[in-house]
Structure formats: C-alpha cells, structure tokens
T-cell receptor, first 113, second 116 residues
Framework: EAQVTQNPRYLITVTGKKLTVTCSQN?????MSWYRQDPGLGLRQIYY???????DKGDVPEGYKVSRKEKRNFPLILESPSPNQTSLYFC????????????FGPGTRLTVT | GQQVMQIPQYQHVQEGEDFTTYCNSS?????IQWYKQRPGGHPVFLIQ?????EVKKQKRLTFQFGEAKKNSSLHITATQTTDVGTYFC????????????????FGQGTILTVHP
C-alpha cells in the first residue's frame, strides 16, 4: 500500500531534550516536506526537499533541522525543543516538486512542557 | 513573503445548503491546490488548478482559479454530512526565472460544519 508513515504518532517531552520525528514514504517520491498545523494558522511549511541531499527552508524553519540522505526518509529534528513547538506535525511527499499531489502522513502530535 | 488568506474561517450550514470558501494570495501563483482534512485526520488532495480562469468540477464540488492567478474558490452544492471537515488551499508562487515548485503556502483553512 502506497503510504507516508510517521513515528511517533504522539510525543510528550520536556524543554531542551533533543528529539527526532521520522518520516518515510514507499512511493519513490522525489519531493518531501514537513508542516506544522496550529489552530487558526493552517499548515505552515517548515522544510522541504526536492531530492536526496537537497533541502530548503519553508516559512517557519527556526528551531528545526532536516536531512535527506535517502530518497524514502526525511526526518525532522528538534535539537532543543521549546514549548512554542508544541503542535501537530505532518510529513508529505509528492512525485516531483510541490506542483504535484501531495500525500500526507498521519501526523505527529508533539507536546513540549 | 507570500501570504495566502482564506475566508471564512468557519462555516456552519444546514444539510442541503451550498458552501463556498475563498482563497486570496498576495502574489501571483503558478498553481493552486485544494485539500480536505476530516476531523482527526490528515489533509487529502482534492485538485490542482494551473491555468488562468480555470474551472474544474468534481461531482458537487466546483473549483475556480482567478484570471489573475491570485485567487481561487471552492464551491460545494447541496452539502452533505460527509462534507464536514477543513478545506485548505495551497499556493505555489510563480517566479519569472522558472517556477520553484518547492515552496507551498497554505491558507488558514475553512472549517465546515454541516447540520443534518
């Protein structure tokens, strides 16, 4: 089944404790992206990747890191999480660039205390 | 930077009534996508519009892209309870040097509630 998977689905952590949210797709998609969703703000793009080893900032990259060492994986790293990073995070992928249908993962709900 | 405004933020309708959500970009778009997110779910792609003035239909849903490629709308005719959810538009900015199809800017979304 074609899908985007994220882990963990739920995470409660404390300020400053490094964490990684994994994202993996099995559709051989070139493009992958991370978003955060907050009430009243919609989805905001954090980082995107057009292909392996190619990443670029979205609208809200501060406090986040990403890497794209393999085509299928695009982990989101929070080196020192803060409470304002409490949010619902979605990973998405598409065939090639953002100009194609994006497939979203199920989401990761992160709480930073 | 590019901004995409979507209105209304909330819409409550009786089943059978029509519904429209509007999306306006501060800059010219290359194309625009529409997504639906059911409560507790993830966004699901509905459609993409590329051409100026384009109109596309999917059963009871009608999507339009403005002539200036800066606005778009989604209209649902005779809403059903299955239409409940949040509808998002997502714009990809146009650039003279060739479109960089990496960055997408989503609108804030319109939350649709349908009363049976």
């Amino acid at each position: 089944e074609a899908q985007v998977t994220q882990n963990p689905r739920y995470l409660i952590t404390v300020t400053g404790k490094k964490l990684t949210v994994t994202c993996s797709q099995n559709m051989n998609h070139e493009y992958m992206s991370w978003y955060r969703q907050d009430p009243g703000l919609g989805l905001r793009q954090i980082y995107y990747s057009m292909n392996v080893e190619v990443t670029d900032k979205g609208d809200v990259p501060e406090g986040y890191k990403v890497s794209r060492k393999e085509k299928r994986n695009f982990p989101l790293i929070l080196e020192s999480p803060s409470p304002n990073q409490t949010s619902l995070y979605f990973c998405a992928s598409s065939l090639s660039t953002g100009g194609y249908e994006q497939y979203f993962g199920p989401g990761t709900r992160l709480t930073v205390t | 930077g590019q901004q995409v405004m979507q209105i209304p933020q909330y819409q409550h309708v009786q089943e059978g009534e029509d519904f429209t959500t509007y999306c306006n970009s501060s800059t010219t778009l290359s194309n625009i996508q529409w997504y639906k997110q059911r409560p507790g779910g993830h966004p699901v792609f509905l459609i993409q519009l590329v051409k100026s003035g384009e109109v596309k239909k999917q059963k009871r849903l009608t999507f339009q892209f403005g002539e200036a490629k800066k606005n778009s709308s989604l209209h649902i005719t005779a809403t059903q309870t299955t239409d409940v959810g949040t509808y998002f538009c997502a714009g990809i900015p146009w650039s003279a040097g060739g479109t960089s199809y990496g960055k997408l800017t989503f609108g804030q979304g319109t939350i649709l509630t349908v009363h049976p």
